[in-house]
């Protein structure tokens, strides 16, 4: 499976989706948005226990409900 991405064109990510099932959106963000968001995440990571249980597994991260923990992504 090969994985083209598409500019920031509706149509364009409209058509990939209905295509692949996905779209890959080239500079969505640019640079200094994206390391903001980064670092953002990292502090969320920090605070964060690891997995309690077999389905979690004990030595992952996982983050629920991101959205509410940040504002990085609005």
């Not at 996905?22 to 390391?35: G, H, M, Q, W, Y």
Request: glycine share 4%; aromatic share 8%.
């Amino acid at each position: 499976m090969s994985v083209s991405a598409v500019k920031p064109d509706v149509d364009e990510v409209v058509a990939a989706i209905k295509e692949d099932g996905f779209a890959l959106v080239e500079r969505l963000i640019d640079a200094d948005r994206a390391a903001e968001i980064r670092q953002e995440l990292s502090n969320v990571l920090e605070k964060t226990l690891e997995g309690r249980n077999d389905f979690e597994g004990f030595s992952t991260r996982r983050i629920y409900a991101l959205f509410a923990k940040t504002r990085a992504f609005d």
